[in-house]
């Protein structure tokens, strides 16, 4: 079954360490997403990306970088300058940015401060 | 300001009683509105979704949406709830730059 992957399921950050996030789909979609979510703020947009190579910030990017070097992969990094990282990050997929279709959804990385 | 308000944070019924989730909505142009429920630790999934038509949306596992444009409403509905319902549900906007603007989700809790 087609669908998205995204590891590891729960993950730990050290101080002053970058962390990445592994995100990959075999749906054939375009259009990729990372979200935050924190408790009863619902979910943030963090970089989107429309195709291969091609990247775009969200709402609240700072303190996070992406790449899009394949279809099937976008990979999140939390660098040591986002100072409250501690969140459920997920991971998204569309066929194109502009398609009517729902947002297909990973099952999500927790991070944590040690 | 595009956004999406859910007014509770938390919906009690008891099992077989209809249950709403309210969602209300504010966009310039027409609206694509979309409902996932997410349960613990794990991704949303989609429910439905209204682009154009018929007011009355229906979709997976009992669920239907009704749309109003006049109300700006977009409420999610189950005419029967079942204790497995449980679970936290997000309603979401499609803006004018073609991404999806959430709620901050409302936890439905079914009681036997």
């Known amino acids: 079954d087609g669908g998205i992957t995204q590891s590891p399921k729960y993950l730990f950050r050290k101080e002053g360490q970058n962390v990445t996030l592994s995100c990959e789909q075999n749906?054939?979609?375009?259009?990729m997403y990372w979200y935050r979510q924190d408790p009863g703020q619902g979910l943030r947009l963090i970089y989107y990306s429309q195709i291969v190579n091609d990247f775009q910030k969200g709402d609240i990017a700072e303190g996070y970088s992406v790449s899009r070097e394949k279809k099937e992969s976008f990979p999140l990094t939390v660098t040591s300058a986002q100072k409250n990282p501690t969140a459920f990050y997920l991971c998204?997929?569309?066929?194109?940015?502009?398609?009517?279709?729902?947002?297909?959804f990973g099952d999500g990385t927790r991070l944590s401060i040690l | 300001a595009q956004s999406v308000a859910q007014p509770e944070d938390q919906v009690n019924v008891a099992e077989g009683n209809p249950l709403t989730v309210k969602c209300t909505y504010s966009?310039?142009?027409?609206?694509?509105l979309f409902w996932y429920v997410q349960y613990p630790n794990r991704g949303l999934q989609f429910l439905l979704k209204y682009i154009t038509g018929d007011n009355l949306v229906k979709g997976s596992y009992g669920f239907e949406a009704e749309f109003n444009k006049s109300q700006t409403s977009f409420h999610l509905k189950k005419p029967s709830a079942l204790v497995s319902d449980s679970a936290l549900y997000f309603c979401?906007?499609?803006?004018?730059?073609?991404?999806?603007?959430f709620g901050t989700g409302t936890r439905l809790q079914v009681f036997p």
């Open positions: 749906l054939n979609h375009d259009a």
């Open positions: 979401a906007v499609r803006d004018d730059t073609d991404k999806l603007i």
């Open positions: 966009v310039s142009g027409n609206p694509y």
């Open positions: 998204a997929s569309t066929r194109t940015v502009n398609s009517n279709q729902p947002q297909h």
